[in-house]
């Protein structure tokens, strides 16, 4: 998928995810499928609230993600029955949430990072573009100065997300 496609992609659900801050003073965790994401009028669908919340905001749903996305984005029975059922194949999942955020990394950690320890964390509202390939990830920063509010933050196409809610590798950009 061009580079272009998925920063209009990223601008759409990026703009609509502040407004909606800005207006509720909370940005809801969802999670979207795109199908026709090569044409003006993409097909998606919306995963139900609910299950959006249990998959991005539990310890349990995230340890589950990378399985979605393997079995939406990548699953050749899955998108055969799929197509014979008259539908497209997934080509993107786009994912919602609010997040804390830091640039600071543990080196030997084999757990990873929590971003919610570094006491220097800023928090954002976090879209990432998943697709087979790659993992995208642009933050719209939350601010409380002069009042809580996000802004609209780019799509930083080197931000790679490489960690367990990510189908990328790090094996896939060598």
């Known amino acids: ?6 920063k209009s992609i990223y601008d759409s659900f990026a703009n609509k995810a502040v407004e909606i801050f800005n207006q509720e003073g909370q940005a809801e965790s969802q999670l979207f499928v795109i199908f026709d994401s090569d044409s003006e009028k993409r097909a998606f669908f919306a995963f139900p609230p609910a299950f959006a919340q249990e998959i991005l905001n539990t310890e349990s749903g995230r340890d589950r993600f990378k399985s ?5 984005l990548s699953d050749q029975s899955f998108h055969k029955h799929l197509i014979k059922q008259g539908f497209q194949k997934p080509q993107m999942v786009v994912q919602i949430t609010e997040a804390w955020v830091s640039k600071n990394l543990k080196s030997g950690d084999v757990n990873g990072f929590k971003p919610s320890e570094d006491p220097n964390r800023t928090e954002a509202i976090l879209i990432a573009l998943h697709t087979p390939d790659r993992s995208l990830i642009g933050m719209c920063p939350i601010l409380d100065q002069p009042t809580r509010h996000a802004e609209y933050g780019e799509l930083e196409l080197d931000a790679r997300n490489f960690g367990r809610m990510s189908l990328t590798t790090e094996e896939v950009l060598q």
């Open 1 to 6: 998928m061009n580079t272009d496609l998925m």
């Open 68 to 72: 979605l996305l393997h079995r939406i």
